[in-house]
């Protein structure tokens, strides 16, 4: 016995109330004194009794009401026939028989006992005592309205050979042929699981209609996730009949993620009585194999205008067949769909595509104007197709913002006039070293960091910070209030702040101002205690270079870039690491051989901090002579600018976030999606700036914001690069994932057959086959609201009669 | 002391001032009077004249008074025997009830005052009366004067009487006859509850005893309509451990018809054994029903039962 809208059946606490009345009466009753005691107690002698006894019957039944009334609310169903009878049938016999006893007082021997058999026979065969038939109630699926939910996988694989025209095809036809009082809902499992309508509906007609003008334009699915909100979506259905419908081409990547969805899945099935039976179409089409682009990288991260970029590519043959080699083919460049650059295997020597090995492709280029671009690498077969399957992944996108200026202050806590003797001369140099080397000449390659050296005591927040992406504050003593608060709000706003100490440095003032609760300008204190020595070479450490897991240090993994254990470190800040509670919101980077942490990170608001404990300059560290330091605190301003910049390459189902100037909150902005529809979205305040959200993401490709007063924005989502493997699962696989893993009643349809052109019949297509099966199986338990119904009514009307009848007693 | 103007309301002495009480039965009396006697008198000692009211024999009227004063007198013997009339008055606790409609009066309220109108009833027609006062047994007792002052005395011990204690009619009546040595009107107000069997014993032995009995059986309407609807614990006015707690919805009917069949039995009894049953309810002026028995009761009718 199981319920479908479960909480309803708390209701049947609302029994108490006839018991509370019927209590509170017999507590508050009057006094009265009586002087003919001898005529109401010939009376009670012969009736009270029997007065009890109706009395008692009249609480059952209006006892019984309210408990009847809950359980058909909250549509029971029974699962077993004899749960049914022993819970509900036997103790309404046992009350019709006690009914009897009131009112054929001469036959109620006869009628308590047929009560108390019911009663025991009930009591006898719930706890076990008498073994009851374990026949289960259950009705013919066909016979049943349904609530269904049709998982549709509408990911860019089901492109292969129509499955996806066969997958809508049957969707549609099915919802047309639902019983009356069916529900369904029809969900998209690519990219982000979403349904069509976020409840399940009657309006099975308008459903087909909606589910027909479906494609299959998303990335990959997530099978459990999709599974799991099916399973809640169906809970929520209000027939006995409950039925996932996964229609899918059943590729292997697919089933291989095991997500969190998983075990979230798990829990909820675990308390689930009433299981939905899963229902697997198979319209999957076999393929020989397919070509993609696997990835696709710019490299640098930051591009700057006039820089030269590389843009390398990985294409892969996926054929199944190992010994498969593909040997004509074109890739080409093409920047905002315009094709730019196109490489041939005659001139440009492109290695044959061997099966499952991976083969790079690269393309030099420069970018003209600043701005937001897309770059697209598309791999051309030439010849015959059959091995490429899929088209949509030939060709893979990547968003650039091509910069022509990146401000970055730097404040001067020592400045010198002599020439690098300047706390941030080295600095500036290796930020700007084209600028630097020889200003006069015409740049090649132009330098967009744009550096601007402030000497602490001209610091003026005001003035200094407009435009300004990056500050370093290098060996700076301490700022007053002022400068501290606007950097606090520059940090909020998105953004970098690198912090190097020195010899200037005032511990005490970094720690009480800089790093206070308030501020939390300092990822970590500092000790007040300066380790190392300027002429003690034994004192001198290094940086432990090993491996770097994070990205702003990540190029030095390869060594031709440097060896960050080159350089001596004689002193540096001791950072404490005591305080658990700030050194959890910061991550160090790197460590010094003496397990000091040297650099650390720490995110606030929408920017990031990094704290180095030793100076910039050479006066500490040996770094600004290595041939490391240039790409270091490139790298490092990079990673910076990086984390303040939300992200424009991003998975389907990602959120796309732009901020823009305060002025522009509560404007219109248009989003262009890459099938070329498009949406309205409101910016919202954020801080001083504005933001705008979109999350409908599930389709990859390329989106574009524009505005009134903003440059287009673009963004690429990417498709996974799973959705091009499109190996598939056996049926043996897919129930054994599914029996052992969810414990679902698993039916498989396979309908991955192609159609012969000749004979097709309609029993041959999918909707045909699953009709067919449908016609031989059967739902356990029957919904009982009808029958409790019509005891609800005999009880309440049983109970205006007793209450007449009742009230003549016998004399 | 209680006034008398407490127990006689005057207005109801003006609506009985025509009314006399009479017995039915050949009665013994000291005095020949009203009532017929079974002793043959020859004293003809005039004793005084009385207004002639309507019914007394033309025989008796002096006509030499009506010659000089164009009046009608009777004249009246010493030997003429005068009734000898016992008022027994139930003080059980079940008359203690004080319905819902009778603004706090209770039974035994009622009962007193009809004793006392009666009472002076028969003293004005110059016969004598006793008051009898019981519950399971005999209180006090008063025994029959023919004074007009004596309704002063009467009036005293009902004045005295609280309700209380338990009710045995049978055994009280069984316990009087032999205290009762002259032949008389022997009336009884209560509301005659108890063992109906026991009751009409009691009864039949005032019979044998050549008693003239009438019942005044007062009822609260409380008891003839059990208007109760709420949960009620009834607790008996005679025994204070006997409750009930019910539901008298349920049990309405029941009562009624048990009630019906009390009374039923009741009067039949009363019937066989030639008694006048005249059940009265207390929230019906006591002078109307009595001017009505008495009227009926002069003409010889059957006792009214309302």
Same mark, same amino acid.
């Given at each position: 016995? $199981?319920?479908?809208?479960?909480?309803?059946?708390?209701?049947?606490?609302?029994?108490?109330?006839?018991?509370?009345?019927?209590?509170?009466?017999?507590?508050?009753?009057?006094?009265?004194?009586?002087?003919?005691?001898?005529?109401?107690?010939?009376?009670?002698?012969?009736?009270?009794?029997?007065?009890?006894?109706?009395?008692?019957?009249?609480?059952?039944?209006?006892?019984?009401?309210?408990?009847?009334?809950?359980?058909?609310?909250?549509?029971?169903?029974?699962?077993?026939?004899?749960?049914?009878?022993?819970?509900?049938?036997?103790?309404?016999?046992?009350?019709?028989?006690?009914?009897?006893?009131?009112?054929?007082?001469?036959?109620?021997?006869?009628?308590?006992?047929?009560?108390?058999?019911?009663?025991?026979?009930?009591?006898?065969?719930?706890?076990?005592?008498?073994?009851?038939?374990?026949?289960?109630?259950?009705?013919?699926?066909?016979?049943?309205?349904?609530?269904?939910?049709?998982?549709?996988?509408?990911?860019?694989?089901?492109?292969?050979?129509?499955?996806?025209?066969?997958?809508?095809?049957?969707?549609?036809?099915?919802?047309?042929?639902?019983?009356?009082?069916?529900?369904?809902?029809?969900?998209?499992?690519?990219?982000?699981?979403?349904?069509?309508?976020?409840?399940?509906?009657?309006?099975?007609?308008?459903?087909?209609?909606?589910?027909?003008?479906?494609?299959? +334009?998303?990335?990959?699915?997530?099978?459990?996730?999709?599974?799991?909100?099916?399973?809640?979506?169906?809970?929520?259905?209000?027939?006995?009949?409950?039925?996932?419908?996964?229609?899918?081409?059943?590729?292997?990547?697919?089933?291989?993620?095991?997500?969190?969805?998983?075990?979230?899945?798990?829990?909820?099935?675990?308390?689930?009585?009433?299981?939905?039976?899963? $229902?697997?179409?198979?319209?999957?089409? *076999?393929?020989?194999?397919?070509?993609?682009?696997?990835?696709?990288?710019?490299?640098?991260?930051?591009?700057?205008?006039?820089?030269?970029?590389?843009?390398?590519?990985?294409?892969?043959?996926?054929?199944?067949?190992?010994?498969?080699?593909?040997?004509?083919?074109?890739?080409?460049?093409?920047?905002?769909?315009?094709?730019?650059?196109?490489?041939?295997?005659?001139?440009?020597?492109?290695?044959?595509?061997?099966?499952?090995?991976?083969?790079?492709?690269?393309?030099?280029?420069?970018?003209?104007?600043?701005?937001?671009?897309?770059?697209?690498?598309?791999?051309?077969?030439?010849?015959?197709?059959?091995?490429?399957?899929?088209?949509?992944?030939?060709?893979?996108?990547?968003?650039?913002?091509? #910069?022509?200026?990146?401000?970055?202050?730097?404040?001067?806590?020592?400045?010198?006039?002599?020439?690098?003797?300047?706390? $941030?001369?080295?600095?500036?140099?290796?930020?700007?070293?084209?600028? %630097?080397?020889?200003?006069?000449?015409?740049?090649?390659?132009?330098?967009?960091?744009?550096?601007?050296?402030?000497?602490?005591?001209?610091?003026?927040?005001?003035?200094?910070?407009?435009?300004?992406?990056?500050?370093?504050?290098?060996?700076?003593?301490?700022?007053?209030?002022?400068?501290?608060?606007?950097?606090?709000?520059?940090?909020?706003?998105?953004?970098?702040?690198?912090?190097?100490?020195?010899?200037?440095?005032?511990?005490?003032?970094?720690?009480?101002?800089?790093?206070?609760?308030?501020?939390?300008?300092?990822?970590?204190?500092?000790?007040?205690?300066?380790?190392?020595?300027?002429?003690?070479?034994?004192?001198?450490?290094?940086?432990?270079?090993?491996?770097?897991?994070?990205?702003?240090?990540?190029?030095?993994?390869?060594?031709?870039?440097?060896?960050?254990?080159?350089?001596?470190?004689?002193?540096?800040?001791?950072?404490?690491?005591?305080?658990?509670?700030?050194?959890?919101?910061? +991550?160090?980077?790197?460590?010094?051989?003496?397990?000091?942490?040297? #650099?650390?990170?720490?995110?606030?608001?929408?920017?990031?901090?990094?704290?180095?404990?030793?100076?910039?300059?050479?006066?500490?560290?040996?770094?600004?002579?290595?041939?490391?330091?240039?790409? #270091?605190?490139?790298?490092?301003?990079?990673?910076?600018? %990086?984390?303040?910049?939300?992200?424009?390459?991003?998975?389907?189902?990602?959120?796309?976030?732009?901020?823009?100037?305060?002025?522009?909150?509560?404007?219109?902005?248009?989003?262009?999606?890459?099938?070329?529809?498009?949406? *309205?979205?409101?910016?919202?305040?954020?801080?001083?700036?504005?933001?705008?959200?979109?999350?409908?993401?599930?389709?990859?490709?390329?989106?574009?914001?524009?505005?009134?007063?903003?440059?287009?924005?673009?963004?690429?989502?990417?498709?996974?690069?799973?959705?091009?493997?499109? %190996?598939?699962?056996?049926?043996?696989?897919?129930?054994?994932?599914?029996?052992?893993?969810?414990?679902?009643?698993?039916?498989?349809?396979?309908?991955?057959?192609?159609?012969?052109?000749?004979?097709?019949?309609?029993?041959?297509?999918?909707?045909?086959?699953?009709?067919?099966?449908?016609?031989?199986?059967?739902?356990?338990?029957?919904?009982?609201?009808?029958?409790?119904?019509?005891?609800?009514?005999?009880?309440?009307?049983?109970?205006?009669? #007793?209450?007449?009848?009742?009230?003549?007693?016998?004399? | 002391?209680?006034?008398?103007?407490?127990?006689?309301?005057?207005?109801?002495?003006?609506?009985?001032?025509?009314?006399?009480?009479?017995?039915?039965?050949?009665?013994?009396?000291?005095?020949?009077?009203?009532?017929?006697?079974?002793?043959?008198?020859?004293?003809?000692?005039?004793?005084?004249?009385?207004?002639?009211?309507?019914?007394?024999?033309?025989?008796?009227?002096?006509?030499?008074?009506?010659?000089?004063?164009?009046?009608?007198?009777?004249?009246?013997?010493?030997?003429?025997?005068?009734?000898?009339?016992?008022?027994?008055?139930?003080?059980?606790?079940?008359?203690?009830?004080?319905?819902?409609?009778?603004?706090?009066?209770?039974?035994?309220?009622?009962?007193?005052?009809?004793?006392?109108?009666?009472?002076?009833?028969?003293?004005?027609?110059?016969?004598?009366?006793?008051?009898?006062?019981?519950?399971?047994?005999?209180?006090?007792?008063?025994?029959?004067?023919?004074?007009?002052?004596?309704?002063?005395?009467?009036?005293?011990?009902?004045?005295?009487?609280?309700?209380?204690?338990?009710?045995?009619?049978?055994?009280?009546?069984?316990?009087?006859?032999?205290?009762?040595?002259?032949?008389?009107?022997?009336?009884?107000?209560?509301?005659?509850?108890?063992?109906?069997?026991?009751?009409?014993?009691?009864?039949?032995?005032?019979?044998?005893?050549?008693?003239?009995?009438?019942?005044?059986?007062?009822?609260?309407?409380?008891?003839?309509?059990?208007?109760?609807?709420?949960?009620?614990?009834?607790?008996?006015?005679?025994?204070?451990?006997?409750?009930?707690?019910?539901?008298?919805?349920?049990?309405?009917?029941?009562?009624?018809?048990?009630?019906?069949?009390?009374?039923?039995?009741?009067?039949?009894?009363?019937?066989?054994?030639?008694?006048?049953?005249?059940?009265?309810?207390?929230?019906?002026?006591?002078?109307?029903?009595?001017?009505?028995?008495?009227?009926?009761?002069?003409?010889?009718?059957?006792?009214?039962?309302?």
């Amino acid at each position: 016995m $199981t319920f479908l809208n479960g909480i309803l059946v708390f209701g049947a606490a609302a029994f108490v109330i006839p018991l509370v009345i019927h209590i509170i009466n017999r507590s508050r009753f009057n006094i009265q004194p009586w002087g003919a005691m001898h005529l109401l107690e010939s009376v009670l002698r012969v009736n009270r009794r029997r007065v009890q006894l109706e009395q008692i019957i009249l609480l059952i039944i209006r006892c019984a009401i309210p408990i009847l009334l809950a359980l058909c609310l909250a549509q029971m169903v029974v699962t077993q026939q004899s749960t049914f009878l022993n819970l509900i049938v036997l103790p309404l016999v046992a009350l019709g028989f006690l009914v009897l006893v009131a009112l054929f007082p001469s036959f109620k021997k006869l009628f308590w006992s047929l009560c108390a058999a019911c009663l025991l026979y009930a009591l006898a065969a719930e706890t076990g005592v008498i073994p009851s038939s374990d026949e289960d109630k259950s009705s013919s699926s066909k016979d049943l309205p349904a609530s269904t939910v049709i998982l549709l996988d509408d990911s860019f694989s089901m492109r292969v050979e129509g499955s996806f025209e066969v997958a809508r095809e049957f969707s549609s036809g099915f919802l047309k042929q639902m019983k009356k009082g069916s529900q369904a809902s029809v969900v998209r499992m690519g990219g982000a699981v979403a349904p069509i309508f976020d409840t399940p509906t009657r309006e099975t007609e308008y459903l087909a209609k909606k589910s027909s003008e479906l494609n299959a +334009t998303s990335d990959s699915i997530d099978v459990f996730q999709s599974i799991d909100k099916a399973n809640d979506i169906v809970m929520e259905g209000e027939n006995v009949k409950r039925e996932i419908i996964l229609v899918s081409d059943f590729r292997k990547a697919d089933w291989e993620q095991v997500s969190e969805s998983l075990t979230k899945l798990k829990e909820s099935l675990q308390d689930q009585t009433l299981k939905p039976v899963l $229902t697997l179409i198979d319209v999957g089409r *076999e393929s020989q194999g397919n070509l993609s682009v696997e990835t696709i990288q710019v490299e640098p991260s930051l591009v700057g205008v006039g820089q030269e970029v590389k843009v390398r590519a990985n294409v892969l043959n996926r054929n199944e067949d190992e010994s498969s080699v593909f040997q004509d083919y074109e890739v080409r460049l093409l920047v905002n769909d315009k094709e730019v650059q196109r490489k041939k295997k005659s001139t440009d020597k492109l290695n044959p595509l061997v099966s499952g090995k991976l083969e790079e492709v690269s393309f030099n280029y420069k970018f003209e104007q600043a701005g937001s671009s897309v770059v697209t690498v598309e791999l051309i077969p030439n010849g015959v197709n059959l091995d490429n399957a899929l088209i949509f992944d030939d060709r893979k996108s990547v968003e650039v913002s091509a #910069l022509d200026r990146l401000g970055v202050l730097l404040v001067n806590g020592e400045p010198s006039d002599e020439f690098l003797e300047g706390e $941030t001369d080295f600095l500036k140099l290796a930020l700007t070293p084209f600028k %630097e080397t020889d200003p006069k000449e015409p740049l090649q390659t132009k330098d967009f960091i744009d550096a601007t050296e402030v000497e602490l005591s001209t610091f003026d927040p005001s003035l200094h910070l407009q435009n300004q992406s990056v500050v370093v504050l290098a060996n700076v003593k301490s700022l007053n209030d002022n400068q501290v608060d606007a950097l606090g709000a520059f940090v909020r706003n998105g953004g970098g702040l690198w912090v190097c100490l020195g010899d200037q440095v005032d511990a005490d003032w970094y720690n009480e101002t800089l790093g206070s609760e308030q501020n939390g300008l300092l990822p970590l204190p500092l000790s007040n205690e300066i380790k190392g020595s300027e002429t003690d070479d034994t004192k001198h450490t290094l940086i432990v270079a090993s491996n770097f897991d994070h990205p702003a240090l990540a190029i030095f993994n390869d060594k031709r870039n440097g060896n960050l254990a080159d350089a001596d470190i004689m002193k540096w800040h001791l950072l404490d690491e005591t305080d658990t509670h700030r050194a959890r919101a910061a +991550t160090v980077v790197a460590r010094l051989e003496t397990d000091a942490p040297w #650099l650390v990170e720490k995110k606030m608001g929408k920017g990031v901090i990094i704290q180095m404990a030793t100076s910039i300059d050479e006066e500490w560290t040996m770094m600004p002579t290595k041939n490391f330091y240039l790409p #270091l605190v490139r790298e490092i301003t990079n990673y910076v600018i %990086e984390q303040v910049n939300p992200k424009r390459n991003l998975p389907a189902g990602a959120t796309l976030i732009h901020y823009l100037p305060g002025t522009q909150a509560e404007s219109s902005i248009t989003v262009t999606l890459p099938d070329n529809s498009s949406y *309205e979205v409101k910016t919202a305040p954020f801080g001083s700036q504005a933001v705008v959200e979109f999350s409908n993401t599930r389709m990859p490709g390329t989106y574009v914001m524009s505005g009134k007063e903003m440059e287009p924005v673009k963004f690429v989502v990417n498709a996974s690069a799973e959705e091009s493997r499109l %190996e598939r699962i056996s049926e043996e696989e897919i129930r054994e994932k599914t029996d052992a893993i969810l414990g679902f009643e698993t039916y498989y349809v396979d309908a991955s057959a192609k159609e012969s052109s000749s004979g097709y019949e309609e029993k041959d297509s999918a909707l045909g086959k699953y009709l067919e099966m449908d016609n031989e199986r059967s739902f356990l338990g029957e919904r009982m609201w009808l029958y409790l119904l019509a005891a609800i009514l005999a009880l309440v009307i049983l109970e205006l009669i #007793l209450q007449r009848i009742f009230g003549r007693v016998k004399a | 002391m209680a006034k008398v103007t407490d127990y006689l309301d005057p207005k109801d002495l003006a609506r009985l001032a025509n009314h006399q009480v009479l017995a039915k039965r050949v009665v013994e009396g000291f005095c020949s009077g009203l009532h017929r006697s079974p002793h043959k008198g020859f004293s003809v000692e005039f004793k005084q004249h009385r207004q002639y009211v309507h019914g007394d024999e033309i025989r008796h009227l002096d006509w030499k008074v009506y010659g000089k004063s164009d009046r009608f007198y009777i004249r009246e013997y010493e030997e003429e025997t005068n009734l000898r009339c016992n008022i027994l008055l139930d003080a059980s606790g079940s008359m203690a009830y004080e319905g819902t409609r009778t603004e706090g009066r209770s039974k035994l309220h009622y009962a007193s005052r009809l004793a006392a109108c009666l009472s002076y009833m028969i003293l004005r027609q110059t016969d004598s009366v006793g008051l009898i006062t019981f519950d399971v047994k005999s209180r006090k007792i008063l025994p029959p004067r023919g004074q007009a002052a004596h309704v002063r005395n009467l009036i005293d011990v009902l004045e005295d009487t609280t309700p209380g204690g338990e009710t045995d009619l049978g055994a009280v009546f069984h316990e009087l006859v032999p205290k009762l040595k002259r032949r008389g009107l022997v009336i009884i107000i209560s509301d005659c509850f108890g063992d109906l069997d026991s009751v009409m014993k009691g009864l039949a032995h005032f019979r044998h005893a050549k008693h003239d009995v009438v019942i005044f059986q007062i009822w609260d309407p409380d008891e003839l309509d059990f208007p109760f609807r709420q949960w009620t614990r009834f607790d008996c006015l005679e025994i204070d451990e006997k409750q009930h707690t019910v539901d008298p919805v349920h049990l309405r009917e029941a009562y009624l018809e048990n009630l019906e069949n009390y009374r039923e039995k009741f009067t039949q009894g009363c019937h066989r054994n030639r008694i006048d049953l005249v059940p009265m309810t207390t929230d019906q002026p006591y002078a109307e029903a009595l001017s009505y028995y008495l009227a009926l009761r002069k003409r010889g009718g059957p006792p009214s039962r309302k």
